[in-house]
């Protein structure tokens, strides 16, 4: 069965950086776009950035543009988002995603908290 398991969360101060990683399985990783979403505190949940199945293609969020980087490696089957300048407003729980285009089936992580404070 799809398998989705982000690391690499933790505590950081301002202007630090994170590198956040999600471990996938149980799926053909190239296949599929990937994504990674955010929710902090009280807030909905949205989405960071975008990847397409061979990585050539990304979007960002607008709050995370030129500070953030989403990239794969499909022969290990894993996502990362590159995380630099952090601000407060960064903290949230972290989450990857895939949806499988052909059924419409979502698959989330369970999330990685990363909190930005001094």
């Known amino acids: 069965q799809v398998q989705l398991v982000e690391s690499g969360g933790g505590l950081v101060q301002p202007g630090g950086s994170l590198r956040l990683s999600c471990a996938a399985s149980?799926?053909?990783?190239?296949?599929?776009?990937m994504s990674w979403y955010r929710q902090a505190p009280g807030k909905e949940r949205e989405l960071v950035a975008t990847?397409?199945?061979?990585?050539?293609?990304?979007v960002y969020a607008d709050s995370v543009k030129d500070r953030f980087t989403i990239s794969r490696d499909n022969a290990k089957n894993t996502l990362y988002l590159q995380m630099n300048s952090l601000k407060p407003e960064d903290t949230a729980v972290y989450y990857c995603?895939?949806?499988?285009?052909?059924?419409?089936?979502?698959?989330w992580g369970q999330g990685t908290q990363v909190t930005v404070s001094s």
């Open positions: 990847i397409s199945g061979s990585g050539l293609a990304t």
């Open positions: 995603k895939m949806v499988v285009t052909e059924t419409g089936s979502t698959y």
């Open positions: 149980g799926f053909t990783f190239s296949m599929y776009a």
